[in-house]
C-alpha cells in the first residue's frame, strides 16, 4: 500500500479496531494520525490524541496546519489533546486499570455528549523514555488485538525509539497486540493484517 491508502484505511476503521503505527518520519506521523483523527471528527465521533513525544502545544499546531479546527474541537469537547504525563505515566507510575479507568471515563462522556464514537491514539515514546516496556507490554495485551470498548485507537511507534531495544521479539509482541500492522518507511508505506 502506499501511504494514500494507508490514509484511506485509518479513515475507514470501525469501533474496536486496535492498530499498531511504525512510523520514521514526524509528517508521517502526522498525516496518518491527524487523517484518521479528522474523519472520526467530520463523522460527529470524538476524538483523543495523547502526546507522548511532542508537546500538546506542538501536536495542537500541527493539526492546525493539517485543517483541523483545533479550537472549536476542544471548545465542543469533540477532541483532547493530552499530556502523556496526564494519560499515561501520572506520578511517575503507570497503572493499566487506571489509564483503562481514564479512557472509558472518556468515551462515557462522549458518548453522553451526543457524539457518535470515539477515535483515540497515543504516542509510546514515553514509555521508552521512562524505562517501562514491560508496562507498556501489559497494557498493549490488555487492550489486546480487539478493544473492549467499542472506541477505535491506533498506539503510534517512532521505529527509531523501538529500534533501540534491539529486541525483535519486542516488535513481535507488540506486533501481536493489535489487530492491524501499519508501517510507513522513508519511501513508502505498508500496511497489513494479521
Known sequence: MDKREIV???EQMKPTDHVIFFYSKPEDKHRILFAYL????DRGEAAAYVAGQESPDAIRQAMKRFG???DAAERSGALHVIHYKDWYIIDGKFRVSKTMKLWKKLYDE???????GFRVTGEMACFFEKRMVKELLEYERSLHRV??????AICAYDSDVVANEKSGELYLDLIKAHSNVIITGPESGIAATH
Do not use: N, Q, W
Not at 147 to 152: A, I, N, Q, V
Open 8 to 10: 484511506e484505511f485509518v
Open 38 to 41: 479528522k474523519a472520526g471528527l
Open 68 to 70: 483541523i479546527d483545533v
Open 110 to 116: 462522549s458518548i453522553t455528549k451526543g457524539f457518535k
Open 147 to 152: 478493544l473492549e470498548l467499542p472506541m477505535t
